[in-house]
């Protein structure tokens, strides 16, 4: 099992989307994008406060006209998380987003125009101290690019990469991030493997048009896990053809998984067999759900039987382990002598792991304020 203290992150410089550091040791923030029409106003509004309430850092939001950029006006006012503009070739709209107070700008400086209309937007971004993501994507490499190489290979990434990281280090320009994301797993991993040893920036993570909500995130989690391992890695978007939400879940999954950074619960089930006491599957799935407004860190194990049920109960902050009509209860690795009703084990996890949640985030507000009387 990879540990907090075992994965050595690449060091980067810092900047900042809004309030949330980026790079530099910061936690990986995790983004997501809309995909509701920037000028419906009311529909892009609520996914994003929906985003909010599942975790996200980051929202970016696509502003492919002049009326989507009036549009991204009255939203900004509305939420309190950053927002990153998507923009591509009309430079007046990241001059117009900029005075709308966006945190940062997603461009590729070769492609607003020519040196003129990119150097109005730095010097703008400069001015009011907002940073820019360069986008490289394996489907929208330049054409010289494409001919030099043949083919899609990380190599071309990367020069496409360093040559929009010359015009903005040109420009005397060094607060941006950047991303050299493909479809392809393996293209994808490696391009931010020799990108990693070119720059100092920080490095937005993620696999272009993944897939669905199965096959995307089985593609995020084996090409981030891979880079995230290696300590490279400063924020991340898991792009996937499904409800934004699910990007955030997936990828606090993953950061989960790797022990990089806890949000929220930690369900470690059994895959079920003849032996279960109880039905485990519907159980874990209700509780997901029902659970998902809960963001304490903890772990929760749901075990059908005794023959693993106790040993992962022992590790958990809450467990349980089948028995026949009723199961026995864990709380930080101590058996319990109540237990659980077979026929109401959900409501009474639910119950419980609430209680539990209260319990943890009391406790640490006032060793926090303990700390600051010191």
């Given at each position: 099992m990879y540990n907090k203290s075992l994965i050595k992150r690449r060091k980067s410089t810092r900047i900042y989307i809004g309030n949330v550091p980026i790079g530099d040791n910061a936690p990986i923030a995790v983004q997501s994008m809309t995909n509701t029409k920037t000028t419906d106003i009311d529909a892009t509004l609520k996914q994003i406060h929906s985003l909010e309430k599942v975790g996200v850092d980051i929202v970016r939001i696509s502003v492919p006209t002049m009326d989507a950029a009036e549009a991204f006006k009255i939203i900004k006012k509305q939420v309190s998380v950053p927002l990153v503009a998507d923009?591509?070739?009309?430079?007046?709209?990241?001059?117009?987003?900029?005075?709308?107070?966006?945190?940062?700008?997603?461009?590729?400086?070769?492609?607003?125009?020519?040196?003129?209309?990119?150097?109005?937007?730095?010097?703008?971004?400069?001015?009011?101290?907002?940073?820019?993501?360069?986008?490289?994507?394996?489907?929208?490499?330049?054409?010289?690019?494409?001919?030099?190489?043949?083919?899609?290979?990380?190599?071309?990434?990367?020069?496409?990469?360093?040559?929009?990281?010359?015009?903005?280090?040109?420009?005397?320009?060094?607060?941006?991030?950047?991303?050299?994301?493909?479809?392809?797993?393996?293209?994808?991993?490696?391009?931010?493997?020799?990108?990693?040893?070119?720059?100092?920036?920080?490095?937005?993570?993620?696999?272009?048009?993944?897939?669905?909500?199965?096959?995307?995130?089985?593609?995020?989690?084996?090409?981030?896990?891979?880079?995230?391992?290696?300590?490279?890695?400063?924020?991340?978007?898991?792009?996937?053809?499904?409800?934004?939400?699910?990007?955030?879940?997936?990828?606090?999954?993953?950061?989960?998984a790797l022990h990089i950074r806890s949000r929220g619960i930690n369900f470690i089930a059994c895959p079920t067999c003849a032996r279960q006491e109880f039905d485990v599957i519907s159980t874990v799935n209700t509780l997901e759900k029902r659970l998902e407004d809960i963001i304490t860190p903890m772990d929760v194990s749901i075990i059908g039987c005794i023959v693993n049920g106790p040993g992962e109960a022992i590790s958990a902050t809450i467990g349980v382990t089948g028995g026949y009509n009723n199961s026995g209860v864990y709380e930080d690795g101590v058996r319990q002598k109540y237990r659980f009703n077979n026929d109401q084990i959900i409501d009474q996890l639910e119950n419980k792991i609430r209680e539990k949640a209260l319990m943890i985030d009391m406790s640490q507000c006032i060793a926090v304020k303990k700390n600051n009387k010191k």
């Open positions: 923009i591509h070739f009309d430079y007046r709209i990241a001059l117009k987003v900029a005075n709308y107070g966006v945190d940062c700008l997603r461009i590729n400086p070769g492609n607003i125009g020519n040196k003129s209309r990119i150097r109005l937007v730095v010097d703008c971004a400069r001015d009011k101290n907002i940073p820019i993501r360069i986008g490289i994507n394996s489907g929208s490499i330049e054409k010289k690019i494409q001919e030099k190489f043949g083919s899609l290979t990380s190599e071309a990434l990367l020069e496409s990469a360093m040559r929009n990281i010359d015009i903005l280090e040109q420009l005397n320009f060094d607060k941006f991030k950047i991303s050299v994301k493909s479809s392809d797993v393996l293209i994808a991993v490696e391009s931010y493997r020799l990108l990693a040893k070119r720059i100092d920036q920080p490095l937005h993570l993620g696999i272009t048009e993944a897939g669905g909500m199965r096959s995307g995130s089985v593609k995020s989690a084996i090409g981030l896990g891979m880079l995230l391992t290696e300590g490279i890695g400063d924020t991340l978007r898991i792009s996937l053809a499904a409800d934004p939400i699910e990007e955030v879940k997936v990828g606090f999954d993953i950061l989960k």
